[in-house]
């Protein structure tokens, strides 16, 4: 049973451009969240969805920042016109279906994002 | 909103000695959970604490939960090279959008020294 996986594991841009962040979830897990991490920071919560449904998106910026989880296909994590302050990690977790402040959650490795 | 504080930041340990680092939250939790990451690694789920007063044992770990909900602390005994990562408690917060979500503390890094 594979884990959370996430593509790319690093991704470069220059200000300016688009970052697609792509998380496939656990295999029967219906909940998917994003965090950034800053170095030396915890994570920080950015939004929660469930197939075809954004649940909380309230840690997200409201500006270039975006969010999906379609029914077919991975969830995605879409920042548009990327500036340097976004460079950070991002990771993805799912858990199963059920109350989900119970359920542990299971991170994939994250995709570090740099912006030049 | 509420905030998830974990002391020390860092922590430096000679190989065999103890270490111990502590949650505070400034509002009762239903429950905590305790995370590992590896440095250059991602989170990896431990455990979690549900109970007022709940103490947990894992080989060499030892997490409580302390009676008011409010705080937690992980305890290592004997640390080895292996433990060297930085460990996260998180605790559910209502996040003003309609759901509870995972707050994390800044965590504490445990460097061992061999």
């Known amino acids: 049973n594979a884990g959370v996986m996430q593509n790319p594991r690093h991704l470069v841009r220059r200000r300016g451009q688009e970052a697609r962040l792509r998380c496939s979830p656990m295999k029967g897990h219906s909940h998917v969240y994003w965090y950034r991490q800053l170095p030396e920071e915890g994570l920080k919560f950015m939004v929660y969805?469930?197939?075809?449904?954004?649940?909380?998106e309230s840690g997200m910026p409201k500006e270039r920042f975006s969010a999906e989880f379609p029914k077919e296909g991975p969830s995605i994590l879409r920042i548009q016109q990327v500036v340097r302050g976004d460079s950070a990690a991002y990771f993805c977790a799912s858990s199963p279906p059920g109350q989900a402040t119970y359920n542990e959650q299971f991170f994939g490795p994250g995709t570090r994002l740099t912006v030049l | 909103g509420q905030q998830v504080m974990q002391i020390p930041q860092y922590q430096h340990v000679q190989e065999g000695e103890d270490f111990t680092t502590y949650c505070n939250s400034s509002t009762t939790l239903s429950n905590i959970q305790w995370y590992k990451q590896r440095p250059g690694g991602h989170p990896v789920f431990l455990i979690q604490?549900?109970?007022?007063?709940e103490v947990k044992k894992q080989k060499r770990l030892t997490f409580q939960f302390g009676e008011a909900k409010k705080n937690s602390s992980l305890h290592i005994t004997a640390t080895q090279t292996t433990d060297v990562g930085t460990y996260f408690c998180?605790?559910?917060?209502?996040?003003?959008?309609?759901?509870?979500?995972?707050?994390f503390g800044k965590g504490t890094k445990l460097s061992v020294i061999p």
């Open positions: 969805l469930q197939k075809e449904n954004i649940i909380d």
């Open positions: 998180a605790g559910p917060a209502y996040s003003g959008a309609g759901s509870y979500q995972l707050t």
């Open positions: 604490l549900v109970k007022s007063g």
